[in-house]
């Protein structure tokens, strides 16, 4: 058993490898651009090793103690040729694939499977020669794989128990860390890999079946809304979505019954610089200006002379809730949010498209690491042309178990925008602090901690102190009078209760700076 998995495991890594070295060659200006090649060529190894790993987790903790069973040497000669029909199945169709959708096969591949009538049928009229070459090729590969597990089978005298357990435990540690693919967090997945804003070069350093098998996977995250609301007529919705957000233009478009156009009530010589700053965790039950128990003083402080938004709510208990409203203006839907979603991974409105068009620069800055969540996947995917996050920050003030302090991330954002020139493009920067999370962790020297020192309290405290240190830094900068600010939070720390929605527990703080109905127009 081992000589075949050993053959299975480097004969499909090679022809991964090849494949995706091929598909780059193919498409070596889009990846010239980027400077793609060394991140595709490794995020790529990573992703194989870790879909071969999981592929053959179970024949290596298994090899030592069959090893010498001839029956077993054929069940696994049957079931690795599948596994290698399908790698080579995916592969073999992946460039066709991207020239229809312009990425690799993904969700749509399977869709595409619950109407074999039409879509076979469309492949033979319109694809006839690349089919019947593929097909060939592809049985041809397929035949040889078997054809050599078989030959390579040699089997082995049997271990004593006790070898079999130090092999079998040896490979579960090997296994554990191809399949997971980095120490970080969460798991690898597609995003950890994404390092672009081009969608499709970004796919190149997966590979095709894993692409496919992580999108059968995240189907899981996805639900009807109707099953769960019952239905209503799309007239009725539309006219209460109309009256609701007080548009009185006739429809512009059949297809777009919300499009209209409104008029700004100042003008302004140059476009603004936008900066969104996401606080992590930060509910109105420690804002003092909002009820809360007034653990932030700074907050409460620049309250005073901006737009305070004092009956503002989040769209759920989780960041990539809040970074899809914010971001997108995306409401939460029964499915996973947005940024986790597949099919949200490119061509999705962002506030960075829109303005991209304008002529803005986009960031996305986050003291973390932003494969978490699949947020640098969607925010590259989407408009946001630069990203800064953990990796970027160079001798920080302080690392925590989430990412650099608040105030590096703030440090970042100053400089970035102290850096712009009177020339530049106005940008557009998501800034998403990660220091009021559990384990509650915070430089010191910089708050006088109340009780323990790592609370919610104590953090919260931390987290104003670093904001209201980067807008008296603000204030005194050049790009001050040519910036907005937006304050948000992304959720509360808690949300907890008896009621069914415990509306409290949503409640956030939201405010708008420079105040512009105070300062005038720039």
């Known amino acids: 058993m081992y000589s075949q998995l050993f053959f299975f495991c480097l004969s499909s890594l090679a022809l991964l490898s090849l494949s995706r070295l091929g598909l780059c060659l193919w498409q070596y200006e889009r ?40 029956a077993a040497h054929r069940v696994l000669a049957l079931y690795l040729s599948l596994g290698g029909m ?20 993904n969700r749509l591949y399977v869709d595409y499977l619950k109407h074999p009538k039409e879509v076979f049928g469309m492949l033979w009229k319109g694809y006839k020669g690349i089919v019947l070459g593929g097909s060939l090729l ?8 078997f054809y050599a597990l078989t030959v390579v089978a040699t089997p082995l005298t049997a271990l004593h128990w006790p070898s079999a357990l130090g092999c079998s435990l040896l490979s579960a540690i090997v296994l554990f860390g191809l399949i997971r693919g980095t120490w970080r967090h969460r798991p690898i997945n597609p995003s950890t890999v994404a390092f672009c804003g081009d969608a499709m070069v970004n796919t190149l350093a997966l590979n095709s079946l894993y692409s496919v098998l992580y999108a059968i996977y995240s189907i899981k995250n996805e639900r009807s809304a109707e099953q769960a609301y019952g239905k209503i007529p799309a007239d009725q919705m539309i006219h209460i979505i ?13 297809l777009l019954p919300t499009l209209h156009s409104s008029s700004p009530a100042q003008s302004h010589t140059q476009p603004k610089n936008i900066v969104l700053i996401v606080e992590e965790s930060l509910g109105a039950q420690y804002i003092g200006n909002l009820g809360g128990s007034g653990l932030t003083p700074w907050i409460d402080y620049l309250s005073q002379e901006a737009w305070n938004f004092t009956r503002a709510y989040a769209t759920g208990t989780r960041s990539v809730r809040g970074l899809e409203a914010i971001s997108a203006g995306f409401p939460p839907t029964l499915s996973d949010a947005a940024v986790r979603l597949s099919g949200a991974q490119s061509r999705f409105f962002t506030l960075a498209q829109l303005l991209n068009q304008q002529g803005y620069v986009s960031r996305f800055i986050y003291g973390g690491e932003a494969h978490f969540d699949n947020m640098k996947s969607f925010f590259l995917g989407n408009g946001f042309t630069e990203l800064h996050d953990q990796a970027t920050f160079k001798n920080p003030a302080f690392t925590g178990t989430w990412g650099v302090s608040d105030e590096d991330m703030f440090n970042r954002l100053h400089t970035l925008l102290s850096q712009q020139k009177p020339t530049d493009p106005p940008s557009l920067n998501l800034a998403f602090s990660v220091s009021n999370h559990s384990p509650w962790e915070y430089p010191e020297g910089r708050i006088t901690p109340i009780g323990e020192p790592a609370s919610v309290e104590n953090t919260v405290r931390y987290a104003d102190w670093a904001l209201g240190q980067f807008f008296a830094q603000a204030r005194q900068s050049d790009y001050w009078d040519n910036t907005l600010f937006l304050v948000v939070a992304d959720h509360d720390a808690r949300v907890g209760g008896k009621s069914l929605v415990p509306l409290q527990h949503f409640h956030i703080p939201v405010m708008i700076l420079p105040n512009l109905m105070r300062v005038g127009a720039q």
């Open 242 to 254: 109309r009256k609701q957000a007080g548009i009185e233009q006739p429809a512009s478009h059949p």
């Open 31 to 70: 990846v010239q651009a980027v400077n793609g090649w060394v991140p595709i060529l490794w995020g790529g190894l990573r992703i194989d090793l870790h879909l071969i790993a999981a592929l053959t987790a179970i024949p290596w903790l298994f090899a030592p103690w069959l090893d010498d069973a001839a």
């Open 86 to 105: 399908l790698i080579v199945l995916l592969e073999i169709s992946t460039p066709q694939f991207i020239l229809e959708y312009d990425t690799r096969p």
């Open 138 to 145: 592809w049985l041809v590969i397929s035949a040889a794989n």
